[in-house]
């Protein structure tokens, strides 16, 4: 099946400080989504994104589905940006596929 | 709209009980998926219903039992609990297409002594 891989796994930054997420994946994707889980487990949808870019405010995501990697990009990072991200990708049918997941601690 | 709802947020549980979940998805969604998140496992997929039926099955053994109904509300059902089965379990909700954006419920918080 397919495999989903996410760097880094643990990253800490100071309050302000920008950070790239990385996602890579093992074969072409139909559905590509980053989540947050935010500290009581909710997943929290930030981006459906299988191809192209968008933006949400301070939070942009590039997916690059020829070369099967997707991007999330946080700008001036605050506390409450805090949490962990998941990338996930259709495993066949409705089955999303998650990465093991990037801990970011932002620090006031 | 209302989001996907999950009952009970918490339940504890000891070694052989059996436990039922439930999902309540987002109104006009007829596909609810579950899936199991733990600390060693991280978040893996259950199984997925759509108009009452499983279409989808991830590599669970057979005490973890799932349905739907005809409003869309889904279930799942843990036997003979073992203290592995002690996992956060998410409801995720989307209209059908594997091309769709799903969305989380809260989760059930599944405690097993």
């Known amino acids: 099946g397919i495999q989903v891989e996410q760097s880094p796994p643990d990253l800490i930054l100071q309050e302000g400080a920008n950070s790239t997420l990385r996602c890579n994946f093992s074969d072409s994707v139909n559905n590509l989504q980053w989540f947050h889980q935010n500290p009581w487990g909710q997943l929290i949808n930030l981006f459906y994104?299988?191809?192209g870019t968008k933006q949400n405010g301070r939070l942009s995501a590039t997916t690059v589905a020829t070369e099967r990697y997707s991007l999330l990009y946080i700008s001036s990072s605050q506390t409450t940006d805090s949490g962990v991200y998941f990338c996930?990708?259709?495993?066949?049918?409705?089955?999303?596929?998650f990465g093991a997941g990037t801990i970011l601690r932002v620090k006031s | 709209k209302a989001g996907v709802t999950q009952t009970p947020r918490y339940l504890i549980k000891t070694r052989g009980q059996q436990v039922t979940l439930s999902c309540s998805p987002i109104?006009?969604?007829?596909?609810v998926s579950w899936y199991q998140q733990t600390p060693g496992q991280g978040l893996q997929f259950l199984f997925e219903y759509f108009s009452e039926t499983q279409r989808n099955k991830g590599n669970f053994p057979g005490r973890f039992s799932g349905r739907q109904f005809s409003n869309s509300r889904s279930e799942m059902n843990v036997s003979t609990l073992e203290l592995g089965d002690s996992a956060l379990y998410l409801c995720?909700?989307?209209?059908?297409?594997?091309?769709?954006?799903?969305?989380f419920g809260p989760g059930t918080r599944l405690t097993v002594l």
């Open positions: 995720a909700s989307s209209t059908a297409s594997g091309t769709d954006t799903q969305y």
């Open positions: 109104s006009g969604h007829r596909s």
């Open positions: 996930a990708v259709d495993g066949g049918g409705n089955k999303l596929v």
């Open positions: 994104i299988p191809s």
